[in-house]
């Protein structure tokens, strides 16, 4: 029904408030109850008013419900139309990030540092890495030579 409460519950709340409260004194509670959460209600809706009142007029269409993380996403991200600035911020971002294309241009970018070294070295196209004036601790090597130290990283331990 409403509040994730089934009918065999709601019978057993009413049940309970007559033993509890009564029949001649059930309809007052109600009432009070009523009252209650109008009162509620009313202090709940006039503290949104002042809060959009001070935020000022472009923020006139604020819904508190958008502070919600999850409708926050699906309003700005999963948006396929346009919002009231004429553009979606959130989603042209999205749509400009383009994580293959970035890492192509940074390896490119690499390649071309690399020949630009080499040639400044005089070290030939395609000459191996340890050619091209490499540390010895990166290229990979079987044995250790007699009475040299194992290479230590300090990053790594």
Request: aromatic letters at 8%; zero cysteines; a negative charge.
């Amino acid at each position: 029904m409403f509040f994730d409460i089934g009918p065999l519950e709601l019978v057993a709340i009413v049940v309970l408030a007559v033993l509890v409260f009564g029949p001649d004194k059930l309809p007052k509670v109600i009432q009070d109850t009523m009252a209650f959460i109008r009162k509620v209600r009313e202090f709940s809706d006039s503290a949104k008013e002042d809060i959009r009142r001070e935020l000022g007029p472009e923020f006139k269409d604020f819904e508190f419900e958008d502070l919600n993380p999850k409708t926050f996403i699906k309003k700005n991200l999963m948006n396929d139309g346009e919002d009231e600035y004429g553009l979606n911020e959130l989603k042209d971002l999205r749509d400009s990030l383009d994580l293959r294309k970035e890492m192509a241009e940074v390896t490119d970018l690499r390649k071309d540092m690399r020949e630009v070294t080499d040639a400044v070295n005089g070290v030939e196209p395609g000459a191996p890495a340890a050619a091209a004036g490499t540390p010895d601790r990166l290229t990979k090597r079987d044995k250790l030579d007699p009475g040299e130290a194992p290479p230590f990283d300090s990053d790594a331990t």
